[in-house]
C-alpha cells in the first residue's frame, strides 16, 4: 500500500511538471523594429510582444521616457489582444513604442523581460543604426528661401466662402424684415395714457408724520433721528407748499424766506419750536424732555393741516405720463 502511495504521488508531481514545462513553451516573447536604420532625430516604431495562453497574465517591461541613454521614447501606443485563428485558447498581446535617437552610431536595444507567475522572459537585444545627416562642407551656409507669396483676390476669397456670403445675407434680409414688422407694429399701437391723480403735500406730510409716530424713534432713544425725519418732511412740505429751497437751507434761512407768506404768528411759533429744538438735538447734542418730543410732532401735524392749501386741484385734474 506504501509503494501504491509513493508511485501515485510521483506521478502527479511529473504530470505537473509536464504541464508547467509545456504551458512555458507555449509562452514566447518577441521585440523587433520597423525600422532598423534610421536617420539623426529621426522615429521608428519598437514593438513587443507575447504569445501566451489565454488564462495567463503577463507583465510588460515597465517603460516611461527612455530606453537607454541615446534612445528616447517619443509615444507610447495602445496595447492590442488579438486571438490565434489556429488555436482559441492562445492569444497575442503587442504594444507599441514610438522611439528615437539623436546620438549617431549603432545603439543597442536591450532585452526585455517578462513577467508570467513567477517565470521571466526575455526577449533578444536589437541592433538600431542611427546615421549622420551628410554636411557639405564644400558650400557656404546660406538663408532656408522665403516661401514663394500667392496672389489672392478678393473673387478667389468669394469663391472659396460664397455659402457664408450667402448665408449672411439671408440672415441680414431676414432681420431687416422683422426689424421693420416690429416698427410697423408699433407704429401702428394705440398710445396708453395713465393717469396718476396729484397729491396734495399736505396729504403726503401728514401720512409720513403718521408713519414716524408709529416708528417711536425717540421712545427707543433715537432721539437725533427722530428730529432729523420730523424735520426732513416738514421741509419737504415747505417746499411743495410755499416753493422755498428748505431742504437746502438752514431754519434761519427758512424763516426769512417765509417771512412775506401767509402764515399766522401761531403756526410760525409752532414752526419755530420744531426746527429750533431740532437743530439743539442735531448740533448740540441736546437731550429734550418726552413732553419736548412729542410736542414737536403735535406742532408738525398742526402746522400742515393750518396751512395747507384751501383751493386743492380736483381729482379729474391730474398730470397725465405717456407711456
Known amino acids: 500500500m506504501k509503494q501504491y502511495f509513493n508511485f501515485s504521488w510521483c506521478l502527479i508531481l511529473c504530470l505537473a511538471c509536464f504541464t508547467y514545462k509545456s504551458n512555458a513553451q507555449d509562452i514566447k516573447v518577441e521585440a523587433k523594429l520597423d525600422k532598423s536604420t534610421i536617420v539623426l532625430g529621426d522615429q521608428t516604431i519598437l514593438r513587443l ?24 521614447i517619443v509615444e507610447v501606443g495602445k496595447t492590442d489582444t488579438i486571438a490565434d485563428k489556429t488555436n482559441p485558447k492562445v492569444i497575442t498581446i503587442s504594444r507599441q513604442y ?12 536591450p532585452a526585455f523581460l517578462f513577467q ?25 551656409i546660406y538663408d532656408i528661401k522665403q516661401p514663394l507669396a500667392v496672389k489672392y483676390s478678393f473673387l478667389d476669397w468669394l469663391r ?8 449672411s445675407f439671408l440672415i441680414i434680409l431676414l432681420t431687416a424684415g422683422v426689424i421693420y414688422y416690429l416698427w410697423q407694429k408699433r407704429k401702428n399701437k394705440p ?27 425717540w421712545q427707543q432713544d433715537e432721539v437725533k433721528q427722530y428730529h432729523i425725519e420730523l ?43 420744531i426746527l429750533m429744538l431740532a437743530d439743539l438735538v442735531k448740533f448740540a447734542k441736546g437731550i429734550p424732555l418726552n413732553a419736548e418730543n412729542e410736542q414737536s410732532i403735535e406742532n408738525a401735524i398742526s402746522f400742515v393741516t393750518n396751512t395747507k392749501e384751501i383751493n386743492q386741484l380736483p381729482d379729474n385734474k391730474a398730470q397725465n405720463e405717456t407711456v
Open 116 to 140: 508570467v507567475n513567477a517565470q521571466s522572459f526575455k526577449t533578444d537585444p536589437l541592433p538600431l543604426q542611427v546615421t549622420a545627416v551628410a554636411v557639405d562642407t564644400t558650400k557656404a
Open 231 to 273: 424735520t426732513d418732511i416738514l421741509r419737504e412740505y415747505l417746499e411743495k407748499r410755499y416753493h422755498v429751497k428748505a431742504l437746502e437751507q438752514t431754519s434761519e434761512e427758512i424763516f426769512a424766506g417765509l417771512r412775506h407768506m401767509e402764515i399766522t404768528d401761531q403756526n410760525r411759533g409752532k414752526l419755530r419750536q
Open 49 to 72: 510582444s507575447a504569445q501566451l495562453p489565454i488564462n495567463e497574465k503577463i507583465s510588460f517591461p515597465a517603460l516611461a521616457d527612455t530606453i537607454s541613454s541615446k534612445i528616447q
Open 191 to 217: 398710445v396708453k395714457v395713465e393717469i396718476k391723480p396729484l397729491v396734495p403735500a399736505d396729504v403726503t406730510a401728514l401720512n409720513k408724520l403718521a408713519v414716524l409716530r408709529d416708528k417711536k424713534l
Open 98 to 109: 514610438t522611439i528615437t535617437s539623436f546620438d549617431a552610431g549603432l545603439q543597442a536595444i
Open 160 to 167: 472659396d466662402h460664397w455659402q457664408w456670403v450667402v448665408l
